[in-house]
Structures are given as structure tokens and as C-alpha cells.
């Protein structure tokens, strides 16, 4: 199967392009980072393969509604840690 007939495959079955649904299990990933680990948010978005900063913060505010410091922020105070 070419990577067209791929995308437009995998759109149709999901309902979502490949980018997106990649986009959405790198941030979940990072969500869970950022609520148990102590570990920096660059460097949490490094390790999820989002190599910006900026675009790290950007598709973690389009898809969990709040940005990461926020959510971390949040996560602290209402399980008492970091």
C-alpha cells in the first residue's frame, strides 16, 4: 500500500489523520509524565519525540485544553506531590 492510500485508509478507519492520532499518543504519554515525574517539561517533550518546545506546548493545549505547566501545576496540588 503507497502512504497516500495508507493515509486515506487510516483516516477513513479512524477518523483521524495519522499526524493527529501520533500527536494524541505522544501527549498522552506526556500527560502521564508530567503528573508522576519531577522530570522538566523540555525535556518531557523531548522524550516524546516533539523535539519544539513551542509545538510541544502548542499540541498539548489543542488537545488536553490547558497548557503543561498549567496541568502540571494543578496535578501538584490536588495529589500533594513535587
Sequence with gaps: MNPSA??????KT???TLT?????????LAFRKLADSNQT?????????L?????FNR????????PPRQ???KAAIAFGSN
Excluded: A, M
Design 51 to 55: 523535539k519544539n518546545l513551542s509545538n
Design 71 to 73: 496541568f502540571r501545576n
Design 41 to 49: 517539561i523540555l525535556n518531557i517533550s523531548f522524550d516524546v519525540g
Design 20 to 28: 493527529r492520532y501520533v500527536n494524541e499518543l505522544r501527549i498522552g
Design 14 to 16: 479512524t477518523g483521524r
Design 6 to 11: 495508507f493515509s486515506r485508509f487510516f483516516k
Design 59 to 66: 499540541r498539548f493545549r489543542e488537545i488536553k485544553g490547558v
